[in-house]
Nanobody, 127 residues
Framework: QVQVVESGGGLVQAGGSLRLSCVAS????????MGWFRQAPGKEREFVAA??????????DDSVKGRFTISRDNTNDGSTVSLQMNDLRPEDTAVYYC??????????????????WGQGTQVTVSS
């Protein structure tokens, strides 16, 4: 079983920064790819970024490239995955979710490929 818990959301002005953190615990998924998704009101959940266990390979949606950075620290019992968000824009406003992929090799961008999800954390960017 895997538990995924996010933290770090909040309210920020456009151009500001926030750092989200996600603690994923559970040895069965320790090597799985971890990702961040977001969902704005009235919109579908969309891929933001993902990272492999080693941290060597990352993938970003085009809308956040150059502004967001995903990173990962692993322990024997799980991982802490962070999402550093800079130069935030009002269109970044959404509930952000951390999730554990079912696999360990290929980064997926579809939410159906992710098996375990956190409860979400709200990010609001004011103009």
């Amino acid at each position: 079983q895997v538990q995924v818990v996010e933290s770090g959301g909040g309210l920020v002005q456009a151009g500001g920064s926030l750092r989200l953190s996600c603690v994923a615990s559970g040895r069965a998924f320790i090597r799985n790819i971890m990702g961040w998704f977001r969902q704005a009101p009235g919109k579908e959940r969309e891929f933001v970024a993902a990272i492999t266990w080693s941290g060597v390979t990352t993938k970003y949606d085009d809308s956040v490239k150059g502004r967001f950075t995903i990173s990962r620290d692993n322990t024997n019992d799980g991982s802490t995955v962070s999402l550093q968000m800079n130069d935030l824009r009002p269109e970044d406003t959404a509930v952000y979710y951390c999730a554990a992929d079912q696999g360990i090799l290929r980064i997926h961008t579809k939410s159906e490929e992710y098996a375990y999800w956190g409860q979400g954390t709200q990010v609001t960017v004011s103009s």
